[in-house]
């Protein structure tokens, strides 16, 4: 399995010289932990809806207000995307946009990936795993909770982005069978990989924290214990998946 430093891990970087120009999948959405944020448009555009809602009076975390967001967006990344096409010289007219995103009847169902079932049992016994220890009323499992926090917060963030994350790589690997347009098969295949990329290192990140917390928390040895062993069990088979994952860069803050 590819190993990667804690030190490099926790490096910022930008993929490319168009990041700040063009939607981007290419990063975790770790926007606290940040420190590209004023040259990132998709941080700038979140924010400046924030601050639109606060001049109206409006609530920004309201479902509503949410869901209306939503929907510019994605007018505003369907819009961007076509653009990015025609730059390959290819008519956006006529090509499918093709929309991947876990929970919505816009592609092949989850369930039909052994990969993605496995993940997704992960993400729910870490889900019950954060409940307890969120809710946790023991006074010294707290202090100790309390020393790796860093590491709660990165497995609380990581075991659900990184399900979606493996069924967008999944996704689009099968969809790639199909394509025989050559320019937007590689475009594709460079969107699997960093996928898989963002996949394989929340996974690791989660397991890292797992076998922290594995070796330092009684009463939740055995549980964390086991959930580390699985994830790193599923690490392999991301690699054997998706071979050239490591290839492209990200921004991740694990």
Same mark, same amino acid.
């Given at each position: 399995?590819?190993?990667?430093?804690?030190?490099?891990? =926790?490096?910022? $970087?930008?993929?490319?010289?168009?990041?700040?120009?063009?939607?981007?999948?290419?990063?975790? =959405?770790?926007?606290? =932990?940040?420190?590209?944020?004023?040259?990132?448009?998709?941080?700038?555009?979140?924010?400046? $809806?924030?601050?639109? $809602?606060?001049?109206?009076?409006?609530?920004?975390?309201?479902?509503?207000?949410?869901?209306?967001?939503?929907?510019?967006?994605?007018?505003?990344?369907?819009?961007?995307?076509?653009?990015?096409?025609?730059?390959?010289?290819?008519? @956006?007219?006529?090509?499918?946009?093709?929309?991947?995103?876990?929970?919505?009847?816009?592609?092949?169902?989850?369930?039909?990936?052994?990969?993605?079932?496995?993940? $997704?049992?992960?993400?729910?016994?870490?889900?019950?795993?954060?409940?307890?220890?969120?809710?946790?009323?023991?006074?010294?499992?707290?202090?100790?909770?309390?020393?790796?926090?860093?590491?709660?917060?990165?497995?609380?963030?990581?075991?659900?982005?990184?399900?979606?994350?493996?069924?967008?790589?999944?996704?689009?690997?099968?969809?790639?069978?199909?394509?025989?347009?050559?320019?937007?098969?590689?475009?594709?295949?460079?969107?699997?990989?960093? @996928?898989?990329?963002?996949?394989?290192?929340?996974?690791?990140? %989660?397991?890292?924290?797992?076998?922290?917390?594995?070796?330092?928390?009684?009463?939740?040895?055995?549980?964390?214990?086991?959930? @580390?062993?699985?994830? =790193?069990?599923?690490?392999?088979?991301?690699?054997?998946?998706?071979?050239? %994952?490591?290839?492209?860069?990200?921004?991740?803050?694990?």
């Amino acid at each position: 399995m590819a190993k990667t430093s804690k030190k490099q891990k =926790r490096q910022d $970087h930008f993929p490319n010289n168009s990041y700040s120009q063009t939607p981007f999948n290419f990063c975790d =959405r770790w926007c606290e =932990r940040c420190n590209l944020v004023d040259q990132c448009q998709i941080f700038q555009h979140a924010f400046s $809806h924030q601050l639109e $809602h606060m001049v109206r009076g409006e609530d920004p975390n309201d479902s509503a207000v949410i869901m209306a967001d939503m929907k510019k967006t994605f007018h505003y990344l369907v819009e961007t995307i076509k653009k990015d096409i025609e730059k390959y010289g290819l008519d @956006s007219r006529k090509l499918k946009v093709k929309i991947v995103k876990a929970g919505l009847n816009q592609g092949p169902r989850p369930e039909t990936f052994v990969l993605w079932r496995l993940g $997704h049992n992960f993400m729910l016994q870490n889900r019950v795993l954060l409940q307890n220890i969120f809710s946790e009323q023991d006074e010294e499992l707290q202090e100790i909770f309390t020393k790796f926090k860093k590491r709660i917060e990165e497995l609380n963030w990581y075991h659900t982005f990184f399900e979606a994350k493996l069924y967008q790589a999944l996704a689009i690997q099968k969809d790639l069978k199909k394509e025989k347009n050559k320019t937007f098969k590689q475009i594709q295949t460079q969107e699997m990989n960093v @996928s898989a990329k963002l996949c394989f290192y929340g996974l690791q990140a %989660c397991q890292i924290a797992l076998e922290e917390l594995s070796q330092n928390c009684p009463g939740y040895m055995k549980w964390t214990r086991d959930l @580390s062993i699985l994830g =790193r069990s599923i690490l392999e088979k991301i690699e054997t998946r998706f071979p050239n %994952c490591h290839q492209n860069k990200i921004i991740f803050h694990g």
